[in-house]
């Protein structure tokens, strides 16, 4: 790999007075095989653009076409390229001498195709660092569908090899101000994203740049919607261990972003997804009436919900009436007090769900998702709590469990243990389970 040539592409509509300094980063790299390709599009000042490519003679090859953006000029870069591997530099930004060379020797150490990006640095129009930026937290390199949906590329970071190009297409000429994330999208579908630490790019900040403005946030509300919508199953699925569990984790991402249309689009299909998960819940009401209303208000989180009524009236007369109401509501119910224990053996006789809910009625809607998200994110964790407030109604009818948000497994094996080890239940679920409590 030693010998194999590195094509830098840089794109330039007038370049300005950043151009040279772009092009001398791109000449300094310490590689010893480099290609230094500018595309001109379509630049209108005067032939200042097309003066400063040419003083670099031979050093460089400089194509100019119309102006058709920078999709466009990339694309016509990766035509004439004579590079194996490329890389691109926008005409403002700079390369750290070492850059191709780090990522070439990180690109050699890996056992198949891949796309290596990594961190940068901000500086402003003198070249004076403001910030270095590394984008790994949380990311692995077998998960590379979130180095795009958690945005944490810069384009100019990114080495690979022509072929994949060559395999899946090069950029939508179409999206102005996505193209590149769109690509590394389709290229995340079959291929790792090694990230490389280290700021080896220089991203200037300045004046002169345009902004992406309203345009931007619309086309790129429309890739994520987009991409969230399209993601094969089974990708989520290797990603976040659910595809809940991923559309989750990528709608957190667009809270902080101002894609608004993307993060209503995300909820929307969250919400249709929700429907394919079961939930069991243990309801401690009050009255049928009561019961019928919260169970109307929990059914407004589009889960799909399975329900066991605890008789929570002062008087037992939701037990005494229990076959017309079970008629009524559905729902078997279940006179209390009860002990933790034989709650949960009835639950699990009477509900087949994964995860199992202990609520009092009053259990904001909201709160409960919460808590059921938690779980479907984090896999190694076996339930969630919710705090209940003091007298809230019908906590005191379920006890410990009052708020409990668990899996079914988690309350199978405190059974067992307690049966086993003749212990109390409670004490065996703290000692058998991973849990934790929401924060509300």
């Not at 001109?40 to 102006?67: A, K, M, P």
């Not at 591997?85 to 005409?91: E, G, P």
């Not at 009436?321 to 699990?348: C, M, Q």
Request: a negative charge.
């Amino acid at each position: 790999m030693s010998t194999e040539t590195v094509t830098i592409l840089i794109p330039v509509y007038n370049g300005g007075s950043f151009l040279i300094q772009a092009i001398e980063s791109a000449l300094a790299q310490t590689w010893p095989a480099i290609e230094v390709l500018v595309i001109d599009d379509g630049s209108d000042d005067d032939g200042h653009t097309e003066r400063v490519c040419q003083s670099f003679g031979t050093r460089i090859r400089y194509l100019r076409q119309e102006n058709g953006g920078v999709a466009a000029a990339l694309n016509t870069g990766i035509a004439a390229m004579t590079g194996r591997y490329l890389t691109w530099l926008s005409h403002d930004d700079l390369y750290d001498p070492r850059k191709v060379e780090v990522q070439m020797k990180a690109l050699a150490a890996q056992s198949g195709p891949c796309v290596i990006f990594g961190g940068y640095a901000t500086m402003d129009e003198h070249c004076t660092i403001l910030a270095e930026i590394e984008t790994n937290a949380g990311y692995r390199s077998d998960q590379p569908l979130w180095a795009i949906l958690e945005g944490r590329i810069n384009g100019c970071t990114i080495l690979l090899e022509r072929t994949l190009l060559e395999r899946h297409g090069g950029l939508d000429v179409g999206l102005p101000t996505t193209q590149d994330y769109e690509l590394w999208w389709r290229l995340a579908l079959h291929y790792p994203f090694v990230y490389v630490p280290g700021a080896l790019v220089r991203h200037r900040v300045h004046a002169g740049q345009g902004s992406h403005g309203r345009r931007h946030i619309e086309e790129a509300s429309l890739l994520w919607m987009e991409m969230l919508e399209w993601v094969p199953e089974e990708k989520a699925c290797a990603h976040s261990g659910s595809e809940m569990a991923f559309l989750l984790r990528a709608r957190d991402f667009l809270q902080k972003t101002g894609y608004d249309g993307a993060q209503q689009g995300a909820d929307a299909l969250i919400r249709r997804r929700a429907k394919k998960i079961r939930v069991g819940i243990v309801l401690s009401s009050r009255s049928s009436r009561e019961a019928a209303v919260a169970k109307a208000e929990l059914a407004s989180s589009g889960l799909d919900l399975a329900f066991l009524l605890v008789d929570a009236s002062p008087d037992q007369h939701f037990a005494l009436f229990a076959g017309s109401l079970a008629k009524e509501l559905s729902d078997d119910v279940v006179a209390s007090p009860i002990a933790p224990k034989d709650l949960v053996s009835h639950t699990l006789a009477e509900l087949e769900a994964p995860i199992v809910a202990f609520l009092p009625q009053d259990v904001p809607v909201a709160t409960f998702w919460t808590a059921v998200s938690r779980l479907l994110c984090d896999l190694e964790l076996d339930g969630t709590a919710i705090p209940q407030t003091r007298g809230q109604p019908g906590a005191d009818q379920l006890g410990p469990l009052s708020g409990l948000v668990i899996r079914r497994e988690a309350l199978s094996t405190a059974l067992t243990r307690a049966a086993e080890t003749r212990s109390d239940f409670i004490s065996s679920l703290g000692m058998s389970s991973r849990l934790d409590v929401v924060v509300v």
